[in-house]
């Protein structure tokens, strides 16, 4: 299976032509690491052009967020259909900047998750333990189960599920390769108790968390990690060409 590399630019990116810069050297680099599934995950407001820059490329547009309403009084807000409509095919849900900065709770999660869901969107579901202290990894687990209680089983097999430990990310304080691939086994676990472990086995897991060019191969070198999900590192042209160029040598 081609390894998934998704760009998650935050607000790191804001300007348009600090956009424009990255998303040319981006389309540059896909073209030398064939066999490598990119997304871009930009602001809203950028995706138009990030769907005109990768045109003919193999890269892929996601959005950082959406609404868990459809459509109605919600001010601000950017629903499913919208996204689908302007283009966009991924969309990262619950991630932790979203639950502990804007107070996302478990259960909007899982309303984002099917509002994506039933629109045809791909959801990239977040999850981590905000320490690494006691019995992280129940803590942890219990987040995902909360984060798919209630989703009706055919959503789940087609969910893309990201494991960022919070205290990695943005720290520079990357995981090990062992202990994210072991939390990883165990995610997968919970989520075969709800689909089956055929389903769940064909579920992609990403690692997520102060991923660099330095580091990229010792997580995705194992068959358990499909993939990568890159903050900070994303929005550097040199180093994001770099990750995709070692995902590429590593087929
Ligand atoms: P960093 O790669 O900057 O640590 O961010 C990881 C992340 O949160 C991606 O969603």
């Known amino acids: 299976m081609k390894k998934l590399i998704v760009a998650n630019w935050k607000l790191y990116v ?3 032509d600090q956009a424009l810069k990255l998303l040319k050297s981006t389309v540059r680099a ?16 950028m995706v138009p052009t990030v769907n005109a820059i990768i045109k003919r490329s193999s890269i892929s547009t996601g959005a950082q967020n959406l609404s868990e309403g459809t459509q109605g009084a919600f001010t601000g807000e950017v629903s499913a259909h919208l996204l689908k409509d302007y283009g966009v095919e991924y969309v990262i849900i619950g991630h932790s900047e979203r639950r502990y900065i804007f107070d996302e709770t478990d259960e909007v999660v899982v309303q984002k998750l099917i509002a994506a869901s039933k629109e045809g969107l791909k959801p990239i579901l977040c999850v981590g333990e905000q320490k690494r202290v006691g019995n992280w990894k129940k803590t942890l687990l219990n987040q995902v189960s909360a984060s798919i209680k209630g989703l009706d089983k055919k959503y789940i097999a087609k969910l893309i599920i990201a494991y960022e430990p919070v ?14 691939k072991e939390a990883i086994i165990e995610i997968r676990k919970v989520l075969a108790r709800r689909i089956g472990s055929k389903a769940a086995a064909n579920i992609r897991m990403l690692y997520g968390g102060s991923v660099t060019s330095k580091n990229i191969a010792n997580f995705i070198s194992s068959a358990e990690i499909g993939g990568a999900l890159i903050g900070r590192a994303s929005t550097n042209p040199k180093d994001f060409a770099l990750i995709i160029k070692k995902t590429a040598l590593l087929k």
């Open 14 to 16: 804001n300007r348009s």
């Open 30 to 45: 896909s073209k030398m690491g064939s066999g490598v599934k990119i997304v871009i995950c930009a602001p809203f407001l």
């Open 167 to 180: 205290w990695a990310i943005g720290t520079g304080n990357a995981d090990t390769p062992q202990d994210a």
